[in-house]
């Protein structure tokens, strides 16, 4: 590992001034950017650790009915919290796909949507849960939709100095569910991860909203799956239809671990699967 | 960069170091305390060889920084012994023999510490998945899962 000045604001404000100088690294629970610093893919001057910032870990609920999730709360956190595993269940499941419970322990849900992977597993659960980011610089703050915050791998929309604050997720959906598919149990990265979170009113999907990781350079919606379930009930021609249509909005690649065939085949597959059992658990 | 006046707490100890902030939680431990009971699998976080429990949670020792480590309550297998006995988790893995060369041998005895004093009551299959980021190269695993199995059960029915 490089050397590099190490340094541990209390205030956000300080943090956005160190962050936005050259070669910097925001450090939150280490596990992507210290293996990165020691394999020296990643080689910071200055490494500024947000762990003493206060009101950056917790979830919170929020006047309209929502959540708040500091981006500093370990992913284990989110994983074993009740409000998270009854509302917003997919996310839940997502936290709970990352790496070892020794890791989970260290990784925060900040740097697992930081480090822009469009193989994040958290990430599809954040889309198909419609979470909004807030961001902090020393210009203020702004907020935008998860699914505007991706331009590529490993790229964001954040400009120097800007920080993530928290995740706000609106009320809870009837219902939502998260697959990763993979070969291990654990210790896994996706082949692609498929989340869903569903509106039911009487019988009928109201609104749908499906995420999808690792088929596309960034994580994406499938936005035309998510209007052709949108004012229909759940058949096995609607689900057909919605599974053909997350098919055809990715753009996967064939790498070492499977092929875009394979990928592309999976994320209709995993999408029917996903929004049946999203469906099942708003009737629950 | 300079090397930064630390104070860890290991083991109930207090250690005043001045350490370079490259160096990980786990160098720290090994080469500057001197407690090498923790070990070095991968360096990468696959392994679980690193496994110590900080603030009563379990983490792989080769991710953390050093620097960030203090003012936490850090634990290591050389700590988990009290009062000259052995915690039953260490006990039973001399019992049924869960080590065969022993380099994996303290990444899991701390890891499943920490998931005995979450809940002791796991089921085999759910100390399976739970463990599943701990690696034994000697493939000794039919034995580490019974010495956790017989550790759960002796802590279920002394508590
Ligand atoms: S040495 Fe840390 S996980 Fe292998
Ligand atoms: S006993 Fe040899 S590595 Fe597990």
């Known amino acids: ?284 | 960069m300079a090397k930064l006046p630390v104070t860890l707490t290991v083991n109930g100890d207090g250690y005043d170091l001045l350490i370079e902030p490259r160096k990980t939680l786990l160098a720290v431990l090994r080469d500057t305390i001197g407690l090498t009971g923790t070990k070095e699998g991968c360096s990468t976080g696959d392994c679980g060889a690193c496994t110590v429990i900080v603030d009563g949670r379990a983490v792989t020792s080769c991710m953390v920084l050093g620097v960030t480590a203090a003012d936490k309550a850090i634990m290591t297998i050389e700590g988990l012994a009290a009062d000259g006995e052995l915690h039953p988790v260490q006990q039973a893995f001399i019992d049924t023999g869960g080590y065969q060369c022993g380099f994996c041998t303290p990444g899991f005895i701390m890891a499943s510490k920490a998931l005995l004093d979450e809940n002791p009551a796991r089921t085999e299959e759910e100390f399976r998945h739970a463990l599943g980021g701990n690696i034994c190269r000697c493939t000794g695993y039919t034995k580490i899962l019974e010495a956790v199995m017989q550790a759960a059960e002796e802590i279920r029915t002394t508590a």
């Open chain 1, 1 to 284: 590992m490089r050397s590099f000045e190490f340094f541990e604001p209390t205030t956000l404000a300080e943090a956005s001034r160190l962050f936005a100088q050259e070669h910097a690294q925001l450090l939150a629970g280490g596990t992507d950017l210290v293996i990165g610093m020691k394999a020296l893919t990643e080689t910071p001057q200055s490494v500024i650790s947000l762990q003493k910032i206060a009101g950056l870990a917790g979830i919170t609920t929020d006047a309209d009915g929502g959540v708040s999730i500091g981006v500093m709360t370990r992913v284990r956190d989110v994983e074993l919290s009740e409000e998270i595993r009854n509302g917003y269940t997919a996310l839940a499941e997502g936290a709970a796909e990352i790496g070892s419970i020794q890791i989970r322990n260290l990784a925060t849900l900040g740097g697992n949507i930081a480090h822009a992977s469009p193989a994040a597993d958290t990430v599809a659960a954040l889309l198909a849960l419609d979470a909004q980011v807030d961001i902090a610089s020393a210009d203020g703050e702004r907020s935008v939709p998860i699914h505007a915050l991706f331009t590529g791998p490993g790229q964001t929309i954040l400009t120097a100095g800007e920080i993530m604050t928290r995740f706000r997720l609106p009320s809870p959906a009837s219902g939502s569910h998260y697959i990763k598919h993979k070969i291990r149990e654990v210790m896994d990265l996706a082949f692609i991860g498929v989340a869903a979170a569903v509106d039911m009113d009487n019988g009928t999907i109201t609104g749908a909203r499906i995420g999808l990781a690792a088929v596309a350079p960034t994580p994406i919606r499938a936005t035309e799956a998510e209007e052709l379930l949108a004012g229909k009930s759940l058949t096995d021609a609607i689900l057909a239809e919605a599974g053909e249509a997350a098919a055809a909005a990715c753009s996967p690649i064939s790498d070492l671990r499977c092929s875009a065939e394979h990928r592309r085949e999976m994320v209709d597959v995993l999408t029917r699967r996903t929004v049946r059992e999203a469906v099942a658990r708003a009737h629950a």
